[in-house]
């Protein structure tokens, strides 16, 4: 009942930005937090940065400095600005969301977008 849209994705140079954009939608009563994953060619899925709806924010450590997330409550949606980009964050990009429901019911789950590439050339 709730679905994650990422774009922002591409191919960029090493050196260079992107802004990643997830919008939450469905039956959504509040979003307790928001976050960014990426999982590398052959490697396991793994934090970026999260944020949660009171503006808190987790980075990886290799990500903090360079890496900034940030969200919009009001839209449901969580950015990550990627500056300073190296080869090594080639990844398919994820966005998560734990997310609370009252409709249809309760519950608390957490949902995942489809991904977005991002590649860095050297």
């Known amino acids: 009942q709730v679905q994650l849209v990422e774009s922002g994705g591409g191919l960029v140079q090493a050196g260079g930005s992107l802004r990643l954009s997830c919008a939450a939608s469905?039956?959504?009563?509040?979003?307790?937090?928001m976050g960014w994953y990426r999982q590398p060619p052959g490697k396991q899925r793994e934090l970026v940065a999260s944020?949660?709806?009171?503006?808190?924010?987790t980075y990886a450590g290799s990500m903090k400095g360079r890496f900034t997330i940030a969200r919009d409550n009001a839209k449901n949606t969580v950015y990550l600005q990627m500056n300073s980009l190296k080869p090594e964050a080639t990844a398919v990009y994820y966005c998560?969301?734990?997310?609370?429901?009252?409709?249809?019911?309760?519950?608390?789950?957490?949902?995942w977008g489809q991904g977005t590439q991002v590649t860095v050339s050297s």
């Open positions: 944020v949660t709806s009171g503006g808190s924010t």
């Open positions: 998560n969301a734990e997310v609370l429901t009252i409709t249809p019911e309760f519950g608390v789950n957490n949902y």
């Open positions: 469905g039956r959504i009563f509040r979003i307790n937090s």
